[in-house]
């Protein structure tokens, strides 16, 4: 029997679709990348134009003036006062409502993945859950308390499952060290590879 061959608009709808995932990531990245130009661009423009008022920005010196900026934040936020005044900011941002849920979600999946010293998870791993030989990437975090040692009587370790597209939901699970296979992927990469649905595998991410 002979392959049906697709029909006209099933094989339009697959071009279309085949040029919508190159395009969007394309413009996406691009986007962002003249934004951020921008902005810099302007920010720069109206701080020196506070002491020379005819000088002009060369297009792209903000970006720079961007970097410090977010340089400048992150060395504010770091020391006792800069925290405390950011804690004060979140929990303001926290009672707006709809902005309170994108902002939640956001940081904590930036937490998550983009965390610079991995102090969030240890280790991605692979264990049997909800069932046996149904596989899940989970992240290592620590080793059960006390209690959970006592009532468990093995050495028991804390493994976060986190859902798909959605990383900030998950289940807590605690399984023998022999249950648990610990994987070559950085933690980072298991973030992304969670969020993509399965998509931004270690070796796709490695290519872009």
């Known amino acids: 029997m002979t392959k049906k061959k697709p029909t006209q608009p099933n094989t339009i709808r697959k071009i279309f679709f085949t040029g919508l995932a190159v395009v969007t990531p394309t413009s996406l990245t691009l986007f962002l990348i003249y934004w951020l130009i921008t902005m810099g661009d302007q920010m720069a423009q ?11 920005v060369p297009m792209g010196i903000g970006i720079f003036a961007t970097a410090l900026i977010i340089f400048g934040v992150g060395l504010f936020v770091s020391n006792y006062l800069g925290r405390k005044i950011y804690e004060l900011y979140e929990k303001i941002f926290k009672k707006i409502p709809v902005a309170n849920h994108i902002f939640g979600i956001l940081k904590k999946v930036i937490d998550m993945v983009l965390s610079p010293d991995g102090a969030a998870f240890k280790k991605a791993v692979l264990v049997e859950f909800p069932r ?3 596989w899940m990437i989970g992240f290592l975090s620590a080793e059960g308390s006390i209690e959970i040692l006592e009532k468990t ?4 370790f804390a493994v976060f499952i986190p859902t798909t597209p959605n990383p900030t939901s998950g289940v807590l699970a605690y399984f023998p060290l022999k249950d648990i296979k610990i994987l070559d992927m950085t933690v980072e990469e298991a ?14 991410a490695k290519k872009l």
């Open 153 to 156: 009587k093995e050495n028991v």
């Open 132 to 134: 046996k030989e149904c």
């Open 46 to 56: 109206w701080v020196l134009s506070n002491f020379v008022p005819d000088a002009k």
């Open 191 to 204: 973030g992304k590879l969670i969020i993509s649905g399965g998509i931004l595998t270690p070796e796709v």
